[in-house]
């Protein structure tokens, strides 16, 4: 195993710790990541350890109010209150998905905070019901596919809902890139189709840009690209989770096998 998170926020998601309050699992040191990258894994690496399978529990509850009952055996978990783990909202219970940089290290992910009867609570702390933590940029989410798709195209969405009705759906492996301007960074297989599946945003708006520079950055990488829209008003924001509960299973299959080719205008040329 390497180390785990680097980059400029590496406490992102997470209350200031107390060195006391160090997990015993720390890597520290590895490969010469500093204090604050050690702290970022650690605190990682905790939040897993307390994970138990969703089904049964208020994780399962509130995907199926989403229309997502095929849940896959990793990637997510249900993850009760944590008072021992100094992350923010740590009394709360929460649906745990996490993601893995390109050498399959955990970095960070996002808590879908929970109610015992698998609503999101009212009153969250700054509002943000769905917390991230840890780094989530180049560390998607990973879905592996169902039982006989093992060989099909790889489906690339922005959050997990919307990748967990991928997989559902059309039985492919799904990644969750926690945010459309994580796109730009995550690391897709060269050698391998590749479906993006965006939500639906305005062409012009920030988001619809920041997605256009990402399809520019991979399709420079030589990653071999479709494009999968939602079938929802555009700059709806809505995604394919949504067709999902709108329209069922059907119409999500549907809308991966009409993915279509990148062209001149998706993509929008990066400046160095």
Do not use: C
């Not at 997502?68 to 990637?75: A, F, K, N, R, V």
């Not at 609570?121 to 989410?141: E, I, M, S, Y």
């Not at 690391?187 to 189709?193: A, E, S």
Request: proline share 10%.
């Amino acid at each position: 195993m390497t180390a785990l998170a680097t980059g400029p926020e590496p406490w992102r998601g997470f209350a200031k710790p107390k060195p006391q309050d160090a997990p015993q699992r720390a890597r520290n040191g590895s490969d010469g990541n500093d204090e604050g990258n050690a702290w970022a894994a650690a605190l990682v690496v905790a939040l897993i350890d307390h994970i138990r399978p969703a089904d049964g529990t208020p994780a399962a509850v509130y995907l199926a109010r989403r229309g997502i009952t095929d849940l896959p055996e990793t990637g997510m978990g249900w993850l009760p209150p944590v008072p021992d783990v100094p992350v923010r909202e740590r009394y709360r219970a929460a649906l745990l998905i996490w993601g893995l940089n390109g050498t399959g290290w955990p970095m960070g992910g996002q808590r879908v905070l929970l109610t015992p009867k698998g609503f999101s609570p009212r009153n969250p702390r700054d509002g943000v019901r769905k917390p991230t933590f840890g780094q989530v940029g180049g560390a998607p989410a990973r879905f592996p596919a169902r039982t006989g798709k093992k060989d099909g195209p790889l489906v690339v969405a922005e959050g997990p809902e919307s990748a967990l009705s991928v997989r559902q759906a059309a039985g492919h492996e799904a990644w969750a890139v926690f945010g459309v301007g994580n796109f730009r960074g995550a690391p897709l297989p060269k050698g391998r189709t590749v479906i993006l599946a965006p939500d639906r945003d305005a062409r012009d708006s920030k988001a619809g840009r920041a997605f256009r520079r990402a399809v520019f950055r991979q399709r420079s990488r030589d990653v071999d690209l479709l494009i999968a829209e939602a079938p929802e008003p555009e700059g709806s924001k809505r995604d394919l989770n949504d067709t999902l509960k709108r329209a069922g299973n059907d119409a999500v299959r549907a809308a991966i096998g009409a993915a279509r080719p990148v062209t001149d205008a998706d993509m929008e040329e990066v400046e160095e």
